[in-house]
C-alpha cells in the first residue's frame, strides 16, 4: 500500500507498506513518480486544478511501458473518469504484470490532498474488490484531516484502461 502526496509533476511516498510475496514495483517510500505513472498520481492529477493538468498534459509524458498513459486526449478522458468514480484503476502503467488501484484523500474543505493505493500482480484478484478497504482507509485519514465529507459515501464504479484498446470502460456485470 502506498500514500503519496504531490510535489510539482511527480508524486512522493510518504509511506509505504509491503507483503513480503507481492508484486515486486520501483516504488519506495520517499521516492518520486510522475503524476501521470502510477494509480496514486493518476488520482492527484485528476483532482488538481484545470490549469495544471493541461500543465502537466502539455509536457513530455514518460513512456515506462507499452501501456503508459501518455496520449493528452486519453489522459484527459481517464481523468474525468476518475473524478467521477473517485477511483483510479491501472494496469502496466508503470511495471507490466501489475495493476495499481487508487483512491484519494480529502483535507480540510475536501481539497485532495493525497492518495492512498494498492498495486497487485495483474489478474489475482478483481480491482472492485480493493475499492472498499482503500475507500475505509481513505475515509479513515481524510476524517482525520478534517474533510467534511470523510463521513460517509461510496465511489462509483471506476473506469478501467485498457491499453491495447485505447479505450476507458466500465466493468460489466454485478457488482
Known amino acids: 500500500m502506498h500514500l503519496g502526496v ?13 507483503a513480503r510475496d507481492t508484486v515486486p514495483v520501483p516504488s519506495r517510500l520517499g521516492g518520486r513518480w510522475p503524476m501521470h505513472a502510477t494509480g496514486t498520481g493518476l488520482v492527484l492529477l485528476a483532482h ?10 502539455a509536457s513530455k509524458l514518460r513512456r515506462y511501458t507499452a ?9 484527459r478522458h481517464f481523468l474525468a473518469g476518475v ?4 477511483v483510479a484503476i491501472v494496469e502496466g502503467q508503470l511495471t507490466l504484470g501489475a495493476m495499481a488501484v487508487a483512491v484519494p484523500i480529502r483535507g480540510p ?13 495483474s489478474g489475482s484478484t478483481s480491482p472492485h474488490s480493493l475499492v472498499p478497504a482503500l475507500a475505509a482507509a481513505s475515509r479513515s485519514i481524510s476524517r482525520a484531516l478534517g474533510a467534511p465529507s470523510a463521513e460517509g459515501g461510496t465511489a462509483r464504479p471506476p473506469l478501467r484502461w485498457r491499453a491495447r484498446a485505447g479505450l476507458a470502460t466500465r ?4 457488482r
Request: no cysteine; hydrophobic share 35%; glycine share 8%.
Open 83 to 86: 473524478r467521477k468514480s473517485g
Open 6 to 18: 504531490p510535489e510539482g509533476h511527480d508524486v512522493i511516498y510518504v509511506e509505504s507498506l509491503r
Open 48 to 57: 488538481s486544478a484545470q490549469e495544471f493538468q493541461e500543465e502537466v498534459l
Open 171 to 174: 466493468p460489466s456485470g454485478p
Open 109 to 121: 474543505h475536501n481539497r485532495v490532498v493525497a492518495a492512498v493505493g494498492i498495486t497487485v500482480p
Open 67 to 75: 501501456n503508459t498513459l501518455t496520449d493528452p486526449d486519453a489522459l
